[in-house]
Nanobody, 120 residues
C-alpha cells in the first residue's frame, strides 16, 4: 500500500551535519503526521522529532536546538536536518508516517531505517 524509504545516512564527523529524507510512495491521499525515531545497540527506540497531525512540531530534549524536522507535502517526503552531531547520536534512524490512504483508510507505516554514525 505505502512504502517509506529513508536515505541520507552514513558516516559524519562530530560537529558535522546530515540531512535524512523519508520518501513515501503508494496509495497516499495525505500524510497526516510524520515522526523520526532512533535506536542504538542495546537501547530502546526513542522518539527524535514529530510533525503531528495537529500541525505542531515536537522534539526530544536531546534534539532541541540541533535537529529540525520538516515535510514537503507535494513530494510526500519528510526530512530530518541534524546539526552539531555528537557520537551519542549514532543510531539507526527510522521514520513513521500516519497516512490517509486513497479510499479513506488511515494507517501507520514504518521505513526500514538508515544508519547514522558519528565518529572521527
Amino acid at each position: 500500500q505505502v512504502r517509506l524509504v529513508e536515505s541520507g545516512g552514513g558516516l559524519v564527523q562530530p560537529g558535522g551535519s546530515m540531512r535524512l529524507a523519508c520518501a513515501a510512495s503508494g496509495s497516499i491521499a495525505l500524510i497526516y503526521a510524520m515522526e523520526w525515531y532512533r535506536q542504538s545497540p542495546g537501547k530502546q527506540r526513542e522518539l527524535v522529532a514529530a510533525s503531528t497531525k495537529g500541525g505542531s512540531i515536537n522534539y526530544a530534549d536531546f534534539a532541541k536546538g540541533r535537529f529540525t524536522i520538516s515535510r514537503d507535502n507535494a513530494k510526500n517526503t519528510g526530512y530530518l536536518q541534524m546539526d552539531s552531531l555528537k557520537p551519542e547520536d549514532t543510531a539507526v534512524y527510522s521514520c513513521n508516517a500516519d497516512v490517509l490512504l486513497v479510499g479513506g483508510t488511515e494507517l501507520g507505516f514504518w521505513g526500514q531505517g538508515t544508519q547514522v554514525t558519528v565518529s572521527s
